[in-house]
Nanobody, 123 residues
Framework: QVQLVESGGGLVQAGDPLRLSCAAS????????MGWFRQAPGKDRELVAA????????YLTDSVKGRFHISRDNAKNAVYLQMNSLKSEDTAVYYC????????????????WGQGTQVTVSS
């Protein structure tokens, strides 16, 4: 079992930065892949970023490349999503998720989820 708690969401203006954090507890965090998903009203949940157990392999969806960065600190059992140059279309509930695989960019592989944190970008 993995328990995940997100923090750092809020209301920002377009162009502002925001950093999301996810604190993990439970099974060996350093051996599992992590991801950040988001879900906007009326839309499906989508994978925004994923990172491998070692931090070497990273996935970013096309719409956030060059603006978002995912990282992890295995010593602190934490994963982060640094979001820069935010746009109104980034408004969504952001979820931290964990997979039992070392890395995955497949939604179906993610078994553990946080409660979500709201990010609202005003234009």
């Amino acid at each position: 079992q993995v328990q995940l708690v997100e923090s750092g969401g809020g209301l920002v203006q377009a162009g502002d930065p925001l950093r999301l954090s996810c604190a993990a507890s439970g099974r060996a965090f350093s051996s599992i892949g992590m991801g950040w998903f988001r879900q906007a009203p009326g839309k499906d949940r989508e994978l925004v970023a994923a990172i491998s157990w070692s931090g070497v392999m990273i996935y970013l969806t096309d719409s956030v490349k060059g603006r978002f960065h995912i990282s992890r600190d295995n010593a602190k059992n934490a994963v982060y999503l640094q979001m820069n140059s935010l746009k109104s279309e980034d408004t969504a509930v952001y979820y931290c998720a964990a997979t039992q695989r070392r890395y995955s960019s497949d939604y179906a592989d993610y078994a553990y989820w946080g409660q979500g944190t709201q990010v609202t970008v005003s234009s």
